[in-house]
């Protein structure tokens, strides 16, 4: 299998598709591999060490197009991050499959396969090419990073001559991946941790980083949807969760919100009003800004004051943290792309695995993938 490694379009990102580990065990496995020159760049992966790797450096873009039967770069959420793709070549990436259906349908009219890292199935055996899990992962650790610079205290509890500081008291909301990481990240900071989540199943997770779960007079029961998401809350039981999380929020220094449900806007958890009973200093950082956000004051990609609370919306927190998130989301895709070759090395699409069929997004001018088909109507 021909493969390219491009230089991400995308704005802000910084993460590259392999990193030379990656290609390494690629190579070992009879893949013919491309980098674009300065890819790896921004994560710390120097064209060098990708030479040392078995790949080959092509100094423009164009280069490392022609030719390739797969195309591999982090982000392709836009149409300009496609540009010089050509029927018939397969992209592997993040491209945000379940927001825009009109936009796959042109792409897949161009006739370019699409494969979209975020509809890899939740089952045990693409469990090692989760991307979305890798980027949780950082984002929930990073997030709570943010939080500790933004917040005017400190985490931990210190005895000191001068006095006695209590610790910081932290709440995350959806304790998932990203939220199970990030009361993880504030216990090893010393905080007093708190979590919330509508899936039972969260509960005894939550108590194994070392957090208190909070109970509500609410069914969780029933908020398990397909593949361990969570479904979809209606209005009626969103409205009564905020009214009992009102004074729970009030108590807290720092809140960490994940709350997501795939394809759709993120529930708000938290409104204007639950703001202004928060303790003035107190921070929110709201994971789910890039879905219109868990606080309804939350600005995407923005950091304000409102009411002395700090709202952060922060986006593509993995970009910031590019070396290990380079490590993980590389690895991902060596899993997906070993999983994808034949024994001759080649690239072989097998319809009737349950992988393919849920990822590949477009394909010979069709869409495939049932959820994008879904949304088609
Ligand atoms: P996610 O990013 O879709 O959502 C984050 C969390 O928000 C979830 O835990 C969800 O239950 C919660 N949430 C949604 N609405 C909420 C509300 N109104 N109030 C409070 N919380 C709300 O989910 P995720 O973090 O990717 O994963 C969730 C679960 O799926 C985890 O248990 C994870 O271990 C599991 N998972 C399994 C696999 C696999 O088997 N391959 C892969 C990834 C995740």
Same mark, same amino acid.
Do not use: W
């Given at each position: 299998?021909?493969?390219?490694? &491009? ?12 990193? +030379?580990?990656?290609?390494?065990? &690629?190579?070992? /496995? ?22 040392? !790797?078995? =790949? ?8 490392? &197009?022609?030719?390739? #039967?797969? @195309? ?14 050509? =029927? ?34 939740? $089952? ?10 890798? $980027? ?13 610079? =933004?917040?005017?205290?400190?985490? +931990? ?22 939220? @199970? ?12 941790? #708190? ?16 957090? /208190? ?5 609410? *069914? ?41 449900? +795939? ?43 409102? #009411?002395?609370?700090? $709202? ?13 998130? !380079? ?5 991902? $895709? ?8 034949? =024994? ?17 997004? !477009? ?6 993938? *049932? ?7």
């Amino acid at each position: 299998m021909k493969l390219s490694v &491009l230089k991400d379009l995308y704005p802000g990102e910084r993460r590259v598709a392999l990193t +030379p580990a990656n290609v390494a065990a &690629l190579c070992a /496995r009879g893949c013919d591999i491309r980098v674009e020159a300065g890819a790896g760049e921004q994560a710390g992966f120097a064209d060098e060490l990708y030479i040392e !790797s078995g =790949a080959d450096i092509v100094m423009t873009r164009s280069e490392a &197009l022609a030719g390739s #039967e797969v @195309l591999l770069c982090v982000n392709a959420s836009r149409n300009e991050d496609l540009d010089g793709f050509c =029927a018939g070549q397969l992209c592997i990436a993040l491209m945000d499959p379940l927001s825009d259906s009109a936009r796959f349908k042109a792409l897949a009219e161009r006739g370019l396969s699409l494969l979209a890292l975020e509809l890899v199935p939740r $089952i045990s055996r693409a469990q090692s090419m989760d991307v979305l899990s890798s $980027i949780a992962t950082i984002a929930g650790y990073k997030a709570v990073l943010l939080a500790a610079e =933004a917040a005017p205290r400190i985490f +931990p509890m210190m005895m000191t001559a001068a006095g006695t500081l209590n610790p910081a008291r932290v709440f995350v909301m959806g304790a998932g991946v990203a939220g @199970l990481q990030a009361a993880a990240t504030a216990r090893r900071l010393g905080a007093v941790v #708190e979590a919330y989540d509508v899936r039972a199943a969260a509960r005894e997770q939550i108590i194994s980083v070392g957090a /208190r779960p909070i109970e509500l007079d609410l *069914p969780t029961a029933a908020a398990e949807g397909q593949g361990g998401y969570a479904a979809a809350q209606d209005a009626d039981f969103l409205t009564r969760q905020r009214e009992q999380m009102t004074a729970v929020l009030a108590q807290q220094d720092i809140v960490i919100t994940t709350a997501a449900i +795939p394809g759709s806007q993120a529930p708000v958890l938290i409104s204007a009003g639950m703001v202004a009973a928060m303790k003035p200093g107190a921070v929110i950082v709201d994971l789910a800004a890039e879905r219109g956000g868990n606080c309804e004051l939350t600005r995407a990609g923005e950091t304000r004051q409102v #009411e002395g609370v700090t $709202i952060m919306g922060p986006l593509n927190l993995a970009a910031t943290v590019p070396m290990h998130a !380079s490590q993980m989301h590389g690895r991902n $895709i060596e899993n997906l792309l070993l999983h994808l070759l034949n =024994a001759d090395a080649r690239l072989q699409l097998d319809f009737d695995d349950e992988i393919v069929a849920d990822t590949l997004v !477009s394909h010979q001018g069709e869409i495939c993938a *049932p959820r994008v088909r879904e949304r088609l109507g």
